[in-house]
């Protein structure tokens, strides 16, 4: 899971941290990172939450199932959650995406005044928010480019 570990590195360099939590004992973990290969070069931190505490009070605990639905947080320096996204457990992530999202929320952080239109990448053109653009996003968007880049994502997967 080399992929995996790459874009842990990155979102190192980025300053951030990756934790990853859920309702399973620290003895699953060792045993899942032990014989998992795809966990062999993961590198971020598996918190054990076995009472589901932590899950709960992020709103991440399926009660009827005694388990914690997948979910992903990017909390920012002062603590707000600024992205949320959470599925059932059947339902794995996309590293890419996640690297993705985390890019474009750093960037607008580092510029209030722009946003990232669907699907932006680093590199590639941002948006002026404000009353000319409301129902003119394709004006400023290539609808090409756009459909490549998702195409690109889904073959990924």
Known sequence: MAAVAAVYDKIKEEGADVLAISTDTKFVHEAFVKNEPLMKNV???????????????????MEDAGLAMRALYIINPEGNIVYLESSIPPVGKSTAEIMRKFLALKYVTEHPDEACPANWEPGKKTLKPGPKLVGNVGNYIDEKELLEITYRDFRMG
């Open 43 to 61: 590198k971020f931190i598996l918190a054990s939450d076995p009472t589901g505490k932590v899950c709960r009070e992020y709103q991440a605990y």
